[in-house]
């Protein structure tokens, strides 16, 4: 048999109201999309093979949440992460057992306890790992839609731009790469004592995010729903909420992602979010059945275990509030070297920092609590954000300086309220909603969800900047730490009645989003604060271009009727950020380089009325300072993940060749690769992945592609030809009218580069239809 942890009961899915436009299969020679296949990851030790391993730590507690002896916290994980086998952490407890878990654990007892009595090698654990396990994510089945959705049913045909139009059908076929199922029978055929695995078998299909996100994940999905919905894929997407309403019915939350390590914690809390844009695009209201009682599973959950009281020091009054708080005692498994170094320093190295077992204890707690908020890491979650401005070099200080548990997220709350708010309204929509006891119990969760809101509006709301921040429990005041949280409250309708009253405030909320767009050449990052981890500066994470985009297109009627200011040498897009509201002067900001030498000044991307990559002004005069900003965000959102997907090898048939291998090169890309989907972006360059963290940059990736499809549907209108930066190296081929950007066929009809000089001194491709005669033989 195959041993896997805590099956979830198998349940029925709901029937589907909508009409469906795919269907899902078992791998087959029919299928339009190649699924991608798991991969094995080769065992690199960082010792010679008959060293023997460095000392260790004592072996943490064991936690009562983790059931494996294998992949949680003992002996056997904590020996196999001190050899250094992979250099992820994660690679390990994602690979299945080859023999019962019982010969594992006896084949790591001999290997401590060998006859001759002596310690163990590098070569030893090798040995051990390649004997005993098979290659990460095999539990996993790829599948493939049967029949993908056409562009032309994305709502991307509206889109006037030709190029964008083809790069939104290039996305949509994407989904079919990470479409999952939980295979139970190849693990371990020929042993009929079974084996062992991390994973949460789920009864349904289910999108991964990619690269080593190879399981479902909790967060993610609600964009990658977006995405599904926006592709017509109903059935995937009603699959992936019948899955986290298994892991609901089974565990009473929904766990951080699809393996046993992570039943200690949960992520931000979208299920009811995603149900209700599920409910709202399918009219599929037969789901609700089984999930209503569900959902309030999942707000009961959130309710007993990461709820507090805090009393304002504003206005005297009492709140409940919620918080990220996971109770843990041992490194996190799928990051264990990680947090073991960052408790005991370096393996090898001379930088213990002589922490007691509590002290040890409190920071693992700090740490799981901070995977649980989505952010892991970023300096918001520090006790003094301010710290480490400017250094990026070294993690441990912010990593020993977390206060996760301290803090009071306004995100988090705001996705609270606007769950509440949603599931009331999901009773309404329901077969019964005429009953007593629905109607009842509607009104009851507006009722709660009026109490946040006052709770986040007192504790959170900056009425002199003009801003939301987080609360700090630990020093009993907001924050101050600007972050792309301070735009949730807003995603979710939850306006200062100041705002409400004067224009000005309105648009003074959004000016960080005007300086992004007018200084810098990527997206909008987590925070402004570079500090080496992967939620500061200079990374820019898609769903957060999507909250900010939502934001804007909640702005109120009433407070969003004047034009953006045209900016100019007295009137600056940081001359309309309120004092302070940053928390940074202008010269603490993230430095805008130039490809030509030497750092950008002011407000380098606007021109003529607009920013670079931000798409035209309209004809007609009448567009509104947010949809301007929206219009902004589009474009640059829609430009940094096509040009960091042309750069990696896309190309689009008849239409956009790809790089030339010398260009392809540069970007340390070769002819074999067709563009790469990345998880995170980067401020500074609009065609580069993100950095930092405890991992390398994934690719895949399942927001990046919900976010660029739901952009390509809501604002495809506004949408331009992406321009991105040239690539330096020799002109390559004669068949190309540059040595770099869109090659151009000479003999057809086709798009061709022209070489505009952008203001930062890089060169950028702009596209346009060119019309050419064929040559004559």
């Given at each position: ?477 907001r924050s101050g730490f600007f972050s792309a949280a301070a735009f949730y409250p807003l995603w979710n309708n939850i306006w200062p009645k100041e705002v409400l009253a004067d224009e000005s405030k309105a648009q003074a909320m959004f000016a960080s989003v ?264």
């Open positions: 048999m195959v041993r896997l942890f805590l099956l979830a009961a198998t349940v029925a899915s709901g029937a589907l109201a909508a009409p469906q436009a795919a269907t899902l299969t078992t791998i087959s020679s029919s299928a339009t999309s190649t699924p991608t296949s798991a991969s094995t990851a080769v065992a690199s030790p960082t010792g010679a093979s008959d060293a023997t391993l460095p000392s260790q730590s004592p072996v943490p507690p064991k936690q009562a949440w983790c059931p494996s002896n294998i992949f949680c916290a003992g002996a056997l994980l904590q020996t196999v992460n001190i050899a250094q086998l992979y250099p992820d952490s994660k690679t390990f407890v994602d690979k299945p057992t080859s023999k019962s878990a019982d010969q594992v654990s006896t084949d790591f007892f001999n290997l401590n306890n060998n006859s001759q009595g002596l310690p163990v090698t590098y070569g030893g654990i090798t040995n051990f790992v390649q004997s005993d396990f098979k290659g990460e994510g095999l539990e996993l089945m790829p599948t493939t839609i049967a029949n993908d959705s056409s562009p032309s049913t994305l709502g991307t045909s509206a889109i006037p731009d030709s190029l964008s139009r083809a790069w939104a059908g290039i996305v949509n076929g994407y989904w079919g790469s990470l479409i999952r199922e939980t295979n139970r029978d190849v693990l371990c055929p020929n042993n009929p004592s079974g084996c062992e695995s991390s994973l949460i078998p789920l009864n349904h299909t289910f999108v991964v995010p990619g690269g080593r996100f190879r399981e479902q994940y909790y967060w993610d999905s609600f964009w990658i729903l977006e995405g599904l919905l926006t592709s017509q894929l109903y059935d995937v997407a009603n699959s992936t909420l019948q899955n986290f309403m298994d892991e609901l019915d089974r565990f009473g939350f929904i766990p951080n992602g699809g393996r046993i390590y992570y039943l200690n914690r949960s992520q931000p809390p979208v299920f009811i979010h995603m149900l209700s844009r599920y409910v709202e695009v399918t009219k599929d209201t037969s789901i609700l059945d089984r999930a209503l009682p569900l959902a309030e599973k999942e707000l009961t959950w959130w309710a007993n275990n990461r709820t507090i009281s805090i009393t304002s020091p504003y206005t005297s009054k009492t709140y409940k509030v919620s918080h990220y708080a996971v109770n843990n005692t041992a490194p996190r498994p799928e990051s264990y070297l990680e947090d073991y170094e960052s408790a005991n320093g370096v393996v090898g190295g001379n930088d213990n920092p002589g922490y007691t077992d509590d002290q040890k204890a409190a920071l693992y707690a700090e740490l799981a609590s901070g995977a649980e908020t989505g952010w892991d890491y970023s300096t918001r979650w520090t006790k003094d954000p301010f710290a480490t401005l400017g250094d990026t070099t070294n993690q441990q200080p912010l990593l020993r300086g977390l206060n996760v548990r301290g803090t009071i997220p306004v995100d988090l709350n705001s996705i609270l309220y606007g769950a509440e708010v949603r599931l009331a309204d999901l009773y309404d929509r329901s077969s019964s909603k005429r009953s007593l006891k629905h109607r009842a119990t509607a009104s009851s969760h507006r009722q709660s969800a009026e109490a946040r809101k006052a709770a986040i509006l007192d504790l959170m709301w900056d009425p002199e900047k003009l801003a939301f921040y987080d609360f700090n429990s630990t020093g009993n005041a005007g300086v992004v767009l007018a200084q810098y050449n990527g997206t909008f990052p987590a925070t402004f604060i570079s500090s080496g981890a992967q939620w500061d500066a200079p990374n820019t994470w898609p769903p957060h271009q999507y909250i900010v985009m939502e934001a804007l297109n909640n702005v109120p009627k009433n407070v969003s009727t004047k034009a953006y200011p045209a900016l100019s040498s007295d009137t600056t897009s940081w001359s309309l950020v309120p004092s302070n509201q940053l928390g940074l002067g202008q010269s603490q900001l993230p430095v805008q380089n130039l490809a030509a030498g030497g750092n950008a000044q002011g407000d380098v991307n606007w021109s003529n009325g607009t920013w670079s990559s931000g798409g035209a002004v309209p004809n007609n005069g009448t567009e509104k300072w947010n949809k301007a900003l929206l219009r902004g965000m589009a474009n640059r959102y829609f430009t940094s993940v096509f040009c960091s997907w042309y750069s990696t090898g896309g190309s689009i048939p008849g239409m956009l060749n790809q790089l030339s291998p010398e260009e392809l090169n540069a970007t340390h890309s070769d002819p074999s690769s067709t563009g790469h989907m990345y998880e995170k972006f980067n401020l500074l360059d609009i065609d580069a992945a993100g950095s930092g963290g405890e991992y390398t940059v994934q690719a895949g990736f399942g927001w990046t592609n919900g976010v660029a499809q739901w952009v390509a549907a809501n604002f495809g209108e506004v949408l331009e030809s992406p321009k991105c930066p040239a690539i330096n190296v020799q002109q390559a081929s004669s068949k190309k009218r540059w040595g770099w950007g869109w090659n151009v066929d000479e003999e057809t009809t086709s798009y061709v580069g022209k070489r505009l000089k952008g203001r930062d001194g890089r060169y950028l491709v702009e596209v346009t239809r060119e019309q050419t005669a064929p040559k004559k033989k």
